[in-house]
């Protein structure tokens, strides 16, 4: 069994965003009209209101941007304190996500190279691999 973590946003393109995981795969949605990165998902470009998509593999490459330790329980799974980073991608966009066991969150450092690693999940829609970021 997997460890439960709290219930994913799903909808059509969060259950495709999260099938890739099972390969563990990090994809975010390309828009085909101006090739604009979105994250998190969405049905139309923000840029150009275009709906056409094609989901591109990311290199698995960021820095980190800002970090912090919720002192307070917002999920069972994610009891305090619980570590949050904001990773800016390489690619560019600002993905949020915890930190695996074991890495100290005081550790990191204002732009810091981090790379992805994945967690193990499990939800009400099944088991997943949770994309995560950790010092490089
Ligand atoms: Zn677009």
Not at 37 to 56: G, H, N, Q
Request: glycine residues 6%; aromatic residues 12%; negative net charge.
């Amino acid at each position: 069994m997997a460890t439960p973590r709290p219930v994913r946003v799903m909808d059509p393109l969060n259950a495709e965003f999260w099938a890739f995981t099972l390969d563990k795969e990090l994809r975010v949605q390309r828009c085909t009209s101006c090739s604009k990165l979105r994250w998190p998902c969405a049905a139309i470009c923000d840029e150009c209101l275009s709906e056409a998509y094609e989901w591109v593999r990311l290199s698995g490459r960021g820095k980190a941007l800002s970090w912090i330790v919720f002192e307070r329980s917002y999920f069972p799974e994610y009891p305090a304190p619980h570590p949050a980073v904001a990773v800016e991608l390489d690619e560019g966009p600002i993905f949020v996500c915890t930190l695996p066991p074991g890495v100290d969150v005081d550790s990191l450092t204002d732009g810091q190279s981090l790379v992805l690693d994945w967690l193990d999940g499990e939800d009400q829609f099944g088991e997943y691999n949770l994309p995560v970021f950790k010092p490089a």
